[in-house]
C-alpha cells in the first residue's frame, strides 16, 4: 500500500506511554507492515534490519512494540487494525479494477 488511513487520536490515545524511541519503532513496523501487506517476518534480527535498528536500544524497543502491539502467528507477526485496514483496501480495490493500492 502507497497510503493508509492514520487515525491520530487513536494513536496518541494508545501509544502515549511509549518512549520516544518506541514510538519510532511503532511507526517503522506499521510502515513496513502496510508496505508490505502482509505480516512482519517472526526472526526479530531479520525485522531489526528490516526497520533499521541497529543499536541494542533500537532493537529493545522494536521488541517492546511488537510484544504490546502485534500478534506473534506462525506466518510471523500481525497487527489486528492494519490486517482490517489492509482488507477493506482490497475489498475496496476488487469494486474498482484497474486501481493499485
Not at 487520536?9 to 506499521?30: C, I, V, W
Not at 521488541?63 to 475489498?91: C, M, N, P, Y
Request: hydrophobic fraction near 40%.
Amino acid at each position: 500500500m502507497n497510503y493508509y488511513r492514520h487515525h491520530i487520536g487513536d494513536y496518541l490515545r494508545d501509544t502515549a506511554h511509549l518512549s520516544m524511541l518506541e514510538d519510532a519503532a511503532y511507526r517503522r513496523l506499521l510502515d513496513l507492515y502496510y508496505m508490505r501487506e502482509r505480516s512482519i517476518p517472526a526472526d526479530h534480527a531479520a525485522v531489526c534490519r528490516l526497520v533499521r535498528a541497529r543499536e541494542d536500544d533500537e532493537r529493545s524497543a522494536v521488541r517492546v512494540v511488537l510484544e504490546e502491539f502485534f500478534t506473534l502467528e506462525s506466518d510471523g507477526w500481525h497487527q489486528k487494525r492494519a490486517d482490517g485496514e489492509i482488507a477493506l483496501a482490497e475489498e475496496i480495490l476488487s469494486l474498482r479494477p484497474g486501481m493499485e493500492m
